[in-house]
């Protein structure tokens, strides 16, 4: 109980400074429309072949801005050594993977907020669905699952942020792969129980990984 | 017979690529020794 | 001593796979000679996935006994992992062309295959961007652990998406005994070969310990 309310602290006290400062979440969602443009100059010329690589297309973008938010999520506690003050705290290092894990959870859900809308406007597409909510959130939470894992990892290297990509990429390869097949699923207008295997390999993967890297994370900020 | 040039370059690829990871093995390894030997005389030699 | 016992094993077991493969073993009907790669293709790819799970282990009795040991071991793994991992996918490449009639083919487990293949890259990638070696132990432990999970999830998911899509049958009749012998002989041959690199291997990394030991008592000694 002490640990989630150790968690809850270190969440809410990343989303209060990112509101105050809006430093990192402005730049990231015009970075992701940014992505669903080009690749709509990229594949956007015909309107059959659009259904078929939007998916594709979203979930490419969901990625590519959810390392960037991830990776903000260590570096601004490395650059002013507040890592320091969390390490000497009297929280456990499973309260900090909480937090930072509910913290990076709710970046992540917001820019998708913008993320969707806009792009089920630009693309004519409309992806309001019981279904397609429930894949997405199920895939973002396996996406902070080892995304917070591998952003504390990345911070401590001396490549910081290059790190990131390289580990994260293959490990949701999984979820990339399930959330795109049911996406497209759902957009052919199918119905929840063509997509429950896929739902099912995503479920696996948050919960594995969760577990995992609640139970690893003590190893990567020891010092 | 017709396909039988790509079986022969997966088989040199394999073995010259086994070879040449267990060469680079035996001489990194060779050298090891080499060093251990000497560091070891020259601690001997000082005391 | 036991070393050279080792590799004198690996190696006729070789030379016996040479005869098995390039004579003894009858040529399949459908594909013609180049279908004899498969006999080092799939050992390859077994002894591969072992190694992997070598580095699982090691990962996990380093983290929790902190022997420099493991880590010398588990990386050892990794690497002669990776070294079988890629000569499998060039060989599954060089297969395809003649086969299929191109270079490279989503099948799930050359999928699976390429996926491990980058996650044990970028093992290495971690370990070169971190200077202290305890450190270094300490993430490539977790990336081990956490990549060796992914592998089921990622064949289950690449499995299912590549149903979709017209099954690839690789032999019309099944092995018959002389296949299954020459392949039994060529698993043999790289079994033996991945615990003579192995020993040889973490042998290595203790000797390097050795130098670098040796090499501070001298600085100490010399003030």
Redesign the interface.
Known sequence: MKELRAAFIIATKDILTEIRTREVLTSIVVFAILVIVIFNFAFGGDERAVKTVAPGILWATFAFSGILSLNRSFMMEKEEDCIEGLMVSPISREAIYLGKFAGNLFFILLIQLVVIPVFSLLFNLWLFSFEFILVTLMATLGFAAVGTLFSAMAVNTRARELILPVLFFPIVTPVIIAAVNASLLILEGKGFSAITDWLGIIAAFFVIFFVASYLVFCFIIEE | ????G??L???I??WS??LA??FI?WR??AK??R??KL??E??ED?? | MKRKILFFLSAGLILASFYMVLVFVPTERDMGVVQRIFYYHVPLAWIAFMAFFIVFIGSIMYLFKRKPFWDYLASSSAEIGLVFISLMLITGSIWAQPTWGVWWIWEPRLTTSLILWFIYVAYFIVRGYISEEEKQARFAGVVGIIGFLNVPLVFLSVTLWRTQHPPLTIFTEGLVAPMMATLLVCLFAFNFLYIYLLSERTLMKLDEAEVKRLKENIMERNG
Do not use: P, W
């Open positions: 017979m017709e396909n039988a790509y079986m370059a997966a088989f690829v394999i690529g086994l990871y267990i093995l990194t390894q090891l020794h060093d251990i560091l070891k020259s601690l000082n005391s």
